[in-house]
């Protein structure tokens, strides 16, 4: 497992802890001996009334006193530090995993519980490693060294400490049994929780818009309520632990005393012996109850490791190849083919897409369109890699994608989702995204690439029909961008999300449905620059506008995942009884250039 890897890196660390946690050991059980010659010597002993000899053995257990102090400081700074270091290592493995997900991968944790995971239970499992390196650690070397003790003391009281430990265990195991199976529920409320209080951020315009805050909240609620009900009722059987806990080491201290003194009375024991042999009981009784704390508290941690251990344990469908290999330099560029593909969804019945085959070119205009749930965006989402194909191949410029490195292929595919996403920053470093500039915010931050690139931006944000947005903006490229585009309209991130990917000069454009919140004149001039400006591009649109898409070189119709014709606008509307479907339930038949009744 990948926690233990991550603690053998750190493996000089916790040897210096445990070595520390030795030394505060026994510097807390040679307290007692010390204590128990005092009273035997210095007090009713030989040497009763000597000031030097107190005085010497007061220093020396504050000697003690002050070597555990220093112990227990350093293993709890070292402790803490390695947890830290660790919980860091493996929250950066966690979300760099995530960060190779598909959509699929995605989806079958779901958004909220990976959130979790990559937080909460990463936190669980810090304080988990904290309490091992401290607790786990440390009381055993207590609890065994002190029974040692007093098993060498005698006095026949070693039964009070057995009874003791007996009541300790009884009560942490009715505790037990009582709290593993809240612990391990815990953490799916959380998601639970964190799942709906996503939905109701993100559809707050639409909880408002339908007067459902009352139900929202009550869903809140109810799954609020019920992660608190869980941990009150933890909570309240560890608050239980202590009292009862200590009553039981106070009942052993009564009993040992009382057995003890007549003991002492009848010259079997000496009274420091017997003062001795109740602090090393207390250190046995508390050691056991340390351990027991500790295995009641770790089964969450326990199911915390799980949870993080599923998601370091899949394997991303799309992954790079052992030997990734690259498109020949004399190859054709931007030449993406679709042979015979197929996909089907994880768990599905059926394919989604089914034997579908056409081809992109350079500087030419390819669509497909059909109706909603057709498979378009599916079928657009195997060029980047979002996902594999189950059946038949698809390459670019020659290479079959699942050869080539991720990185090198999403460098040549621009790809430009339904939802047009923008991050938290300026205009700039937007657009900028898949740029060598990306990353920056200062202004003239894309001058990394020298005057070209600042260039480069405003040509993309000029063809993406965004120039007239980047001027009314204070600061120009340098406006701020709000968390998730929040400051600009749909229409406006999709012309951004559009202008990042031309900013990287992509081989092949895919946008899948980009055109979506654009009104018909800002949809028309961007075509007309598309079709003017990426001559060395292939564009590969999804649009559910015909509109949209009568001017491509090429028009793919896809109908329940299957191609049901290819050609132009005008080809199809002759031979392809769905598209000429879809083009008259948008468009007119003197727009279509169709005469009446036909």
Not at 197 to 202: A, I, P
Request: proline content about 3%; overall charge negative.
């Amino acid at each position: 497992m990948r926690l233990a890897r991550l603690l053998r890196d750190h493996a000089g660390e916790v040897v210096a802890v445990f070595a520390l946690l030795l030394v505060q050991a026994l510097c807390e059980l040679s307290l007692p001996r010390y204590m128990s010659d005092i009273v035997n010597v210095g007090v009713v002993g030989s040497q009763a009334g000597n000031v030097a000899y107190l005085g010497h053995m007061a220093l020396v257990m504050l000697g003690f006193c002050v070597g555990s102090l220093a112990a227990a400081t350093l293993s709890g700074l070292i402790a803490s530090r390695v947890a830290a270091a660790v919980a860091r290592d493996l929250r950066r493995e966690v979300f760099a995993k995530v960060m190779s997900f598909s959509p699929a991968e995605v989806n079958r944790f779901s958004q909220s519980s990976l959130i979790t995971r990559c937080t909460n239970d990463v936190q669980q499992i810090q304080n988990m490693i904290v309490i091992m390196l401290r607790m786990v650690m440390f009381a055993p070397v207590m609890g065994v060294v002190a029974v040692v003790q007093v098993m060498t003391m005698g006095g026949g009281l070693a039964w009070i400490v057995g009874a003791a430990l007996l009541a300790v265990l009884g009560v942490v195991s009715v505790l037990f049994s009582l709290t593993m199976p809240r612990f391990k529920a815990m953490q799916s409320l959380v998601d639970r929780v964190n799942l709906v209080t996503r939905e109701m951020l993100d559809g707050l315009l639409t909880i408002r818009a339908f007067g459902r805050q009352d139900h929202e909240l009550g869903r809140f609620d109810d799954a609020s309520g019920e992660l608190r009900d869980a941990q009150l009722f933890v909570n309240r059987a560890m608050t239980l632990m202590m009292p009862i806990m200590m009553l039981v080491m106070n009942m052993a201290t009564v009993a040992i005393v009382w057995f003890g003194s007549h003991g002492v009375a009848a010259g079997a024991m000496r009274a420091g012996d017997m003062m001795a042999f109740i602090s090393y009981a207390m250190m046995i009784v508390m050691s056991f109850l340390v351990v027991s704390m500790v295995a009641v508290i770790l089964p969450r941690a326990e199911v915390s490791v799980g949870r993080v251990q599923e998601v370091l344990a899949v394997e991303p469908a799309a992954r790079d190849p052992e030997h990734p290999v690259a498109p020949a330099t004399d190859a054709p560029r931007g030449r993406l083919v679709f042979d015979h593909v197929g996909f089907r969804y994880p768990d599905a019945e059926g394919d989604v897409v089914s034997d579908v085959s056409f081809s992109t070119a350079p500087g030419k205009i390819t669509a497909i369109v059909g109706s909603t749930g057709s498979g378009k965006s599916t079928l657009v989402q195997l060029a980047p890699r979002l996902y594999d194909p189950t059946s038949g191949t698809v390459t670019l410029d020659g290479v079959d994608t699942r050869r080539m490195s991720l990185a090198d292929l999403r460098s040549r595919v621009g790809y430009v989702p339904q939802q047009g996403f923008l991050f938290s920053g300026s205009i700039r470093s937007n657009v900028a995204f898949g740029t060598d500039a990306a990353g920056t915010d200062a202004p003239g931050a894309a001058g990394q690439k020298g005057a070209a690139g600042e260039k480069d931006l405003l040509r993309a944000v000029e063809v993406a029909q965004a120039s007239e947005l980047v001027s009314q903006k204070d600061g120009g490229l340098d406006a701020p961008i709000a968390q998730g585009g929040t400051n600009v309209s749909g229409g406006q991130r999709q012309r951004l999300a559009i202008a990042r990917a031309l900013a990287m000069h992509p081989e092949v454009l895919v946008l899948d449905d980009s055109f979506s919140a654009l009104d018909y004149a800002t949809d028309a001039r961007l075509r007309q620059a598309l079709a003017r400006e990426c001559a060395d591009t292939a564009v590969l649109v999804v649009a559910q506008r015909v509109a949209t898409v009568m001017g491509a070189d090429h028009i793919v119709v896809l109908d329940e995942g299957r191609v049901v014709g290819q050609g132009t606008h005008e080809e199809l509307l002759r031979s392809c009884p769905e598209y000429l479907e879809i083009a008259k339930s948008q468009l007119s038949a003197s727009e279509l250039g169709l005469k009446e009744g036909e």
